[in-house]
């Protein structure tokens, strides 16, 4: 059944955002506590109930828990790891719009996230100086016109889908002036994390865009692949949008190939491809999701080994300052 449109805003505010919650709602150590608050301090804790329910309680080793429980890990600062590690500040053009690679631009439309992935690669970036719709964005649509060899607009974040849908619509009606563009692209944990936001209203907004329409969403784990997430993906597919997925290669998550095999697989039969796999951007909190360059080579030889080459997605980095994500 496809929610009402209120749902999503419902679960959201409902979202669980207290250290001591989350290990009480997972029957998890309350040792876990001291260090989970001063992690959360730094970046809080948000993830949504419906999550919560794909978690296995009482098992601190669960891969989507990994994902976001605070640990005290994060307090580590080692060399070579900073709060701006993929070069997003040298990008901005205007604020919120970051012009890294030819032919394509990406706007953070909002700093908020329906959950908080705490190896996040932007989990420090000023998203309130960085508000591209401060003047309504007309600056954003003069200065697309003044590049006329930018055809994809990438709509990012934060989580672009956590601005409403009227919100979103004022903005494509904007962009409509722009005859150069042909693809809007949507970068998006939200269907999958807060399937609740996948209404109608949403659906009939993307399904009447005038522009080639690719949803990017990102899912690390087959375990995310549940439910409604999967009815989501069904619904997007049905309307016409390309769905795409990205993941990021986490210790302790997906770091095996049994694991990023089944998520091939499970992405496939939702009639999603799987794009990227990324290597991790080396951001300040993340230090222990990090898998060595060899290791992630050799998971991925194996990787292609077994699956049909479009089941395999890219092994990526994405280094600061070079005209495209590197391949390993």
Known sequence: MIPRSADWKNALSNAIRDPAELLALLELPR??????????????LRVPRSYLCRIEKGNIHDPLLR???????????????????VGDGAATALPGLLHKYHGRVLLTLTGGCAIHCRYCFRRHFPYG??????????????YLEANPEVDELILSGGDPLLLDTPQLQRLSDKLQQLPQLRRLRIHTRLPVVLPERCDAELLTWLQG??????????????HELAGSAVENL?????????????????RGVNDDVTTLEELSRKLHVCGVLPYYLHQLDRVLGA????????EAISLHTTLSNRLSGYLVPRLVREIAGEGAKQAL
Do not use: C, M
Not at 31 to 44: G, H, I, S, T, Y
Not at 69 to 79: F, R
């Open 31 to 44: 040792e876990l506590l001291p260090a989970a608050r001063k992690a959360a301090e730094q970046f809080p």
């Open 67 to 85: 994902q976001v429980l605070p640990l005290g890990e994060e307090l580590n600062a080692p060399p070579g790891y900073t709060t701006d590690p």
């Open 129 to 142: 100086e960085e508000n591209p719709g401060r003047d309504g964005w007309q600056g954003v649509i003069n």
């Open 209 to 222: 865009l005038p522009w080639q329409v690719v949803i990017v969403i990102h899912t690390n784990h087959p």
């Open 234 to 250: 069904a619904a997007l597919q049905q309307i016409g949008v390309t769905l795409l997925n990205q993941s990021v290669l986490l």
């Open 287 to 294: 230090t222990h999701f990090e898998v060595s360059d060899e």
